[in-house]
């Protein structure tokens, strides 16, 4: 899970997983169970901050495999 680079990204994106979302639970077991958990349990940050930390413990050839608004698949080789 990452986080827009902007507050009109981040509202973008909990908009994209909430449509997400309703098409497979209720929009009281989106607002009652998973955005309290997501607020609880999770810890996004800018997907920019993100990369740029793994550079940083030693990562190379750092790079975005895949996103869709919410969410990222990334990596990188430890050298």
């Keep these: 899970m990452i986080l827009g680079s902007s507050n009109f990204l981040q509202e973008m994106y909990m908009r994209q997983w909430r449509n997400f979302m309703i098409r497979y639970v209720s929009q009281n077991e989106i607002e009652g169970k998973w955005i309290p958990k997501y607020q609880s349990e ?5 997907l920019m901050d993100q990369l740029e930390w793994m550079a940083e413990i030693g990562f190379a050839d ?4 895949w996103r ?4 990222a698949l990334y990596g990188g080789v430890r050298r």
């Design 68 to 71: 869709s608004y919410y969410f």
């Design 42 to 46: 999770d810890c996004p940050a800018k």
């Design 62 to 65: 750092v790079d975005v495999l």
